[in-house]
């Protein structure tokens, strides 16, 4: 079918209305306003609702009450405006509540800047709130599949009801490329038998709630997410591996960085290095096994981000010292060039001969 | 074949626009691109720019350090965007505003007063599409006949007078001798 050429922002508002998202609750921030503008606009057509909250605070709540009530919803925001959702997301976790969260990424901390940047890593991955809790998160590393995994984020959330986040930035957000969105796959809304919504006495009342003051209980009910986010862990790690296999150097990188970094091994490889891309679709969970396994054959990993080096701890986790992670970075809204992390490459490999 | 380009000038001078045009046509011939605009607190009469990539291969990253081609709209553009273009790339300027020329040699340097045409035209907001005309004349990134009906065409047919104003901007850009 005809592809429409689409900024990253509406290709995830289109793909979110397609998986049968009626309602988004947002606040505008740069990059990420376009979302917000594409719901205003398509939601009332598709008998959903948009609305702009009084703050990202306010939305999140409203995603909160809205997925307890067992509708797909979304918010979506930029940095700052994902700090300020972290309480909401908490509680979300901790009721076990589906949503799809985007944050487009800007420079940090504080107000930071408005380019593109990874510096959110380590609060997508370890700590969007307080708490005993994980994120199931996504990183698309093109305007396809900045679609295509918010289709999925949808499925992903309703199957093990929890919340979803969507690690996109700046210049995915705001670049054009073309879409297909009829190649996109759906997951289709599943029963939600805990809603709490109207029953008119029908059936025993559901109640949702993330306080449990009975040290016991709330233990349980901790061991018991555990033991989901254990079943993620097995069934959800998702990543590409491209030319990794035979290579020397692995390069792990997500996002727009990974893009820019699999230009920089197909370079090394015309100059004879055998380099490879190991590009993380789940951040979390996160593609330990295949890392580790990669370490057996590898002489090197190099992690390229947008940040002054937040992955690379994750990536020495999986490796577990058997061999050298180097780290490669720029931050604040500069992004590197192909021919930068070539340079990154070359020098490894100097090191390795 | 890639080729990365940057268009820039003021806002309001149908920069994003002429970007758009040009990536959704790559996008027709089966081309790979990505268009990307600056962002930020921008305003009509402010700096305006935008990034487009066309490629037969994967497009790593939509930010261009050097341009193979830039199409300069006002002088402030001019002096960003001239001495960064590739050496053996093309220069666009609109000289109706920008009255400087390169010093480069490693260049070809295309100048047009679209400003000044599109006025003479009476469609003064139609300087982008000028340049297009004159763009599409001297580099031939796509054929002329399917680049001017592509524009036309994408008007709805109720705007008749927009397609006809639309098709004699182009016209005049591809036909000015310079």
Redesign the interface.
Known sequence: MAKVLIKGNEAVAEAAIRSGCKYYFGYPITPQTEIAEYMAKKMPKVGGLCLQAESEVAAINMVYGASASGVRVMTSSSSPGISLKSEGVSYIVGCDLPCVILNVQRGGPGLGGIQPSQSDYYQATKALGHGDMQLFVLAPSSVQEMAQLTADAFGVADKYRMPVLILADGALGQMMEPVDFDALHFTPEPEKPWAVNGHAGKRKKNIITSLFLKPEELESNILEREKKYKTVRENEVRFENYMCDDADIVIVSFGITARISKAAVNEARKKGIKAGLLRPITLSPFPTDELYRLSGSASAFLSVELNMGQMVNDVKLAVQCRKPVHFYGRTGGSLMSSEDVLEQIIKISGGLL | MTNKMILAGFGGQGILFLG?KL??AG?ENDL??????S??PEQRGGTCNCSVILSDT??????I?SPDTLVAFNIQSYEKFMPRITPGGVLFADSTLIDKRPERTDISAYFIPATQIANDLGYPKLVNVVMLGYLIKKTAVFERDYMRSYLTDSLPESKAALREANGKAFDAGYGYEG
């Open positions: 758009k990536a959704s996008m790979n691109v990505t268009w990307l605009p962002y930020g994967d497009i790593s990253s939509p930010i350090g």
